[in-house]
């Protein structure tokens, strides 16, 4: 029982973390937030999921992607789909000249629904499709390269062209995607009206539980030798093919894990904003998740949440004030976390403790990793009374 | 063929080329089991190269590495590693931010695919297996420092232990005690023989008093090639070994 305790929320410190996270999410914003701003924060914890795949992806096993929005996109763009064909039966359609097929196809010229729409008339198969599709092109990318050692800035740059491709691809097949206006006029998800205010109550609530889900297995992936190996590989990934271990397999298995979890955000957008549109996925939005995950700290799985909350929300409130600013203010941020705080807000975190008496580590450990991976990692789980 | 099968490392016509600069050229070299082989030679000599080679670090560009009867050129690292042949770089290269208890659990041979690593448990043979590893490589007292806190001839240690607990058929280990005191030094030749009971090692160094002490048989390289082999009374008193390489 202590073991699984260890392995799931870190032991006590990693425990207390998440439960004050949670706590905010579910009891404190929601009772201090009207419903359109709790709403925004549903679309931030959206963003949330990504930021939290990036930490397993970019701070623990060392591959920055700029595209995760490809995967975010895809997510939603299957969510939407589900969601499009059930808004469009046949008698809210019926001033079409085809019935019964999304309206932006009717536009189109499209006479019938073209067949990879097909399968997402069935709900089961856009929840499988939600993750799987996702983490398919995430193996097949993942595979071309990094079997082939393709790494670092290499990898950031392609997956970034590939972040344009998608969007751009989105964009320009209107009758089968929307189109640059994306899929819009979402209503119901069979026959539950998602654009009610109990509704977003509800879907707030069932993001924030996916995201704290999301954060488990992340913790679950990170306690395991896994974790190891990942922190192994980001500092020598050649000594650790010599220790034995395939690093294209590990490298492939966590990006697939952070394009599942971006996809599960999308999805959670597409039901809390109602719409999808190529410009959640191309280059920007991908580098503003990187932004995200940057301020809350690369190493932490709770430190991405706060990060994506803290920006997104000095977003909305700049860009309600001073909208020209905002991009610019972004990209000091930026490059602020990057040059004065390298672990984000939970490096700067772990030197406000230290400094609290009767906090101090007692393990030997560099600070920043004491606070970002050691209540992730329970390493000295069986062997802590022996050695200090 | 069936005289190669009594080597544990049969390595015929071995040639490497860098832009046309041979590194390696056309090497033989034999190498019995549980012997301890040291290579010698001059800088440039292509010593690390062989072990580079050998492990798959860098493609051969003709030649061919047989261990145990299996044809190693080709083959991606970490097969080489599961094939029994384990290797200790230059530079110590262990995961400084990882503990020596970590370090040495990375290394422990099984689990080491993606789904083994998720389910991998430490269990009690685990830590048996590296708190007995670490005591052989003197850091029994270190398990929880991480690598980074540790000194230079530590860490040595530390690399040679994270090999052992790959329990290697083949020990691979370029320049084993550079940076370490005469006291360390003295305690890896006690280290070295003591591993070479169960395995073959073959050993990079230019400290001549410590090849001395452990080394089986000595093969001096120079320009890729073989210089001289034999014992190392033999190869000291070689005239060719001491006009390119002893005698200065």
Known sequence: MKKVYQHLFGGNEGALGLVILAIILAVILPASLD??????VGKYISYAFVAVGLVLLWGNT????????????????????????????????????????????????????????????????????????????????????????????YFAVITQA????????????????????????????????IRTKSAQYTLYYVAVALLIGCILVGRIVLSTRMGRVLLAMKEREDRVRFSGYDVANFKVFVFCLAAAMSALGGAMFVLQVGFISPSLVGIVPSIEMVIFAAVGGKMSLLGAVYGTLVVNTGKSLFSETFPQLWLFLMGGLFIAVVMFFPNGLAGLWVVVRERLPGLKRRVIRTAVSAATQSAVIPAKLANSEGGE | MANRTDFLLTIEDLTVSFDGFKAVDGLNLYVDRNELRVIIGPNGAGKTTVLDLICGKTKATAGSIV????????????????????????????????????????????????????????????????????????????????????????KQWLEIGMLLMQDPELLMLDEPVAGMSPAEREQTVELLKRICEKRAILVIEHDMEFVQKIAHRVTVLHLGKTLAEGRMEDVRNNQKVRDVYLGH
């Open chain 1, 35 to 40: 419903i359109f701003r709790l709403n925004l």
């Open chain 2, 67 to 154: 261990f145990k009867d299996r044809q190693l050129i080709g083959l991606p690292e970490h097969k080489i590693v599961h094939a029994g042949i384990g290797r200790k770089f230059q530079t110590p290269s262990i995961y400084e931010n990882l503990t020596v208890f970590e370090n040495l659990e990375i290394s422990y041979p099984t689990g080491r695919s993606v789904m083994g690593c998720l389910a991998f448990r430490r269990s009690e043979d685990v830590i048996e297996r590296i708190e007995s590893v670490a005591k052989s490589v003197f850091l029994q007292d270190y398990l929880h420092v991480e690598g980074a806190f540790l000194s230079h001839g530590q």
């Open chain 1, 62 to 153: 060392g591959v920055l992607s700029l595209g995760q929005g490809i995967f975010f996109g895809l997510g939603g763009y299957c969510m939407a789909m589900f969601l499009k064909l059930e808004a469009s039966d046949p008698i809210s359609t019926k001033i079409q000249s085809t019935p019964g097929i999304p309206d932006f196809m009717d536009w189109n010229q499209l006479t019938h629904l073209p067949a990879l729409w097909v399968p997402f008339k069935s709900f089961p198969f856009a929840l499988f499709a939600i993750v799987a599709l996702p983490a398919l092109l995430a193996y097949i990318l993942g595979t071309a390269m990094f079997k082939r050692r393709v790494g670092g800035v």
């Open chain 1, 162 to 193: 590939v972040a344009l491709i998608v969007s751009l691809g989105i964009d320009g097949n209107q009758g089968y995607t929307g189109g640059r206006n994306g899929i819009t006029d979402l209503r119901t998800l069979l026959g539950w009206d």
